[in-house]
């Protein structure tokens, strides 16, 4: 028999591994067979490295990235990167410029952003919504003085390349001057977590402590040269996300983890507990195109002056909700017992179904048989504090709507 700490590693590794794969985390599935064939996944730069590392790969959004690694389960890899820091291969997202004097226009056209108003080297969460209100794509826009730098999910790269090659080819027969770039040459890599800047700092000529959360800058990053380092992550923590060139990503990766702070990498399973304890959305499962920002309490995205203008796709629908409110609502959900996974029915005391999860998984920063998880209800039952009940298999789960982040999060702020 197994110890019994042996024992709860391995049915996390299960329901945090395997079910990235299956049942678990269902959107990771849904984004792979959205974007792959029967064709061999492909690489990021950073794959032999991976594997070198003992990175045990799975297939997402077409790409082989590592769930964990060996020398460290997911469970304790979530714990590190909330007490030290954790680095993280992002180099399957999408990244692109967009450049000309109507670039501006060009991105705000898709999206709910308020680009022009961003202020140089600085960034905001964004989306790309359709004609009826439900969001294409959640990313984040850069105004970097020259151009606008883009970074959208690697699970959509299918539909962004088109959508905003359409728009472009749209506004050149207009005369607009804009021209896209993919980016194709660079990875990107995100070091998460408080001891972030300890390790980052000695490595690089950018004063970190003047780079605030969402801001960006270029400098030079364990002798690297053009590294784009941008104040942003996706596990709640302080971190950066850093663009650097392929051939030289490794490189940068081993400086990272030879530094002080105690770095260490992680992968999928840790950036999914992590980013659900943040409150924060996955593309595919807890947004995708039926949704729209109301119903997915993602309105603080739409600044007051897209709000006064609208133009963008699907306003009418997303400022009339806005105005008169939603039908339904995302929100959190604590529970304990058995961990509710996603499509999980939501019921109130009465038995009826009231809403369903869209993620959810056992907390390891919380701890004590706690879990996390989200999903839609009725506007009925939205209120935080509403007791309701969580149909996992054939029993009902006692849980109670929770405000979001469920863990505080820890962004730095310049003050």
């Known amino acids: 028999t197994q110890p019994y700490p042996a024992m709860l590693e391995n049915k996390l590794v299960t329901m945090l591994g395997q079910g990235i794969l299956r049942r678990n985390v269902p959107e990771f599935v849904k984004i792979s067979l959205r974007n792959s064939s029967s064709e061999t996944p492909a690489k990021t730069c950073l794959y032999d490295f991976h594997v070198a590392s003992g990175g045990k790969m799975v297939d997402f959004a077409g790409y082989a990235m590592p769930v964990q690694y060996t020398s460290m389960g997911i469970s304790a890899s979530h714990n590190h990167t909330r007490t030290n820091c954790s680095l993280f291969d992002v180099s399957h997202m999408l990244q692109t410029r967009v450049h000309g004097k109507d670039r501006f226009d060009f991105i705000e056209s898709l999206t709910v952003a308020d680009a022009k108003n961003l202020n140089a080297n600085h960034g905001a969460l964004t989306l790309f919504t359709n004609e009826k209100g439900g969001i294409i794509d959640d990313l984040i826009v850069t105004n970097a003085e020259e151009h606008l730098y883009v970074v959208s999910n690697a699970g959509c790269r299918d539909n962004d390349i088109p959508l905003m090659s359409s728009k472009e080819k749209e506004m050149k027969r207009m005369g607009k001057d804009v021209t896209l770039e993919f980016i194709e040459d660079r990875g990107l890599v995100a070091l998460q977590g408080p001891t972030m800047m300890t390790c980052l700092q000695p490595l690089t000529n950018i004063d970190l402590s003047k780079l605030g959360f969402m801001s960006s800058t270029v400098g030079v990053v364990a002798g690297i040269e053009g590294c784009r ?102 929100v959190g959900f604590l529970s304990k017992g058995p961990p509710a996974r996603g499509h999980t029915n939501v019921l109130d005391a009465e038995g009826n179904k009231v809403g369903e999860l869209t993620s959810g998984c056992p907390s390891p920063s919380i701890g004590s048989g706690t879990n996390v998880s989200m999903g839609y209800v009725n506007k009925s039952v939205s209120k935080v504090g509403t007791p309701l009940f969580l149909q996992v298999r054939n029993k009902k789960i006692e849980t109670t709507v929770s405000k979001m982040p469920f863990v505080p999060s820890n962004y730095f702020y310049l003050k």
Request: aromatic share 4%; with cysteine; glycine share 12%.
């Open 229 to 330: 380092v941008t104040r942003c992550g996706y596990t709640g923590e302080d971190g950066v996300e850093i663009s650097v060139l392929e051939k030289d990503c490794a490189n940068l990766v081993e400086a990272l983890l030879s530094s002080a702070g105690n770095p260490a990498l992680a992968g999928l399973g840790a950036r999914d507990s992590l980013r659900l304890e943040a409150g924060l959305c996955l593309y595919g499962n807890d947004i995708d195109a039926t949704t729209t920002p109301v119903e997915a309490t993602l309105a603080w995205t739409i600044p007051k002056t897209r709000r006064a203008t609208g133009g963008f796709p699907g306003a009418d629908i997303i400022l009339k909700q806005l105005k008169e409110g939603a039908d339904k609502k995302r």
